[in-house]
């Protein structure tokens, strides 16, 4: 089943299977709750990347994320998000932002891949 483009409420998450290649970005005050819930797709054979803060001194990283997810991509500053039409802007969060990538294949090290951002516009091609 296709979610892509659709706008779902109603549903927790936290309750379902998510399909192969998922993508999330959790309520970052419940952000544990998603990713123990991330390990669990990961053990079932569906990868999928989250977007967290960067707080990789903090004990919930140390427990939730090193050496459980596979890899931590670094953008090289912060992202600005946007309203549901795509132009506009939100304010943006006081901290880092980091993709992070679960799969099935479970490593004891997560790597981290430092990357360089670019957000598509329409004035942008």
Known sequence: MSLKGKKIVGFDALQLDWPNDWWCNPP?????????????QAKAGRSGMMLLPYEAITGWWRRLVEGKANAVYIPDGRYHFYEIDGETERGGVNFGSVFV??????????????????FATKDKK
């Not at 970052?28 to 669990?40: G, M, V």
């Not at 990538?101 to 670019?118: A, C, G, M, N, S």
Request: hydrophobic share 35%; charged share 30%; proline share 3%.
């Open 28 to 40: 970052f005050d419940r952000k544990q709750e998603f990713i123990t819930h991330a390990h669990k």
């Open 101 to 118: 990538l679960f799969t099935p294949h479970f490593i004891k090290v997560t790597q981290r891949i430092d990357f360089e951002r670019y």
